[in-house]
């Protein structure tokens, strides 16, 4: 996973995502949990963590095409 990869949300996320959408990753950061950012559906930059996400309740993000 790196800058320019895509996340997918799972159902059950947060008004201003969209489920099964995805989103295009930035800032990401591998220290500790990684994290990274997304614009989400309202045209924001949201910080999000790959496992455990707030923003999908805790969830975790689908990394698209994951080898």
Same mark, same amino acid.
């Given at each position: 996973?790196? #800058?320019? *990869? !895509? $996340? @997918?949300?799972? $159902?059950?996320?947060? !008004?201003? +995502?969209?489920?099964?959408?995805?989103? !295009? %990753?930035? &800032? %990401?950061?591998? #220290?500790?949990? $990684?994290? /990274? #950012?997304? $614009? =989400? =559906?309202?045209? *924001?930059?949201? /910080?999000? +963590?790959?496992?455990?996400?707030?923003? +999908?309740?805790?969830? &975790?993000? %689908? @990394? !698209? #095409?994951?080898?």
């Amino acid at each position: 996973m790196r #800058n320019g *990869s !895509k $996340v @997918i949300a799972p $159902v059950g996320c947060k !008004k201003y +995502l969209t489920a099964g959408k995805e989103y !295009k %990753i930035t &800032d %990401i950061d591998r #220290n500790g949990r $990684v994290s /990274f #950012n997304i $614009v =989400d =559906d309202l045209g *924001s930059e949201t /910080f999000c +963590l790959l496992e455990g996400c707030a923003h +999908l309740y805790g969830k &975790d993000w %689908i @990394i !698209k #095409n994951k080898k």
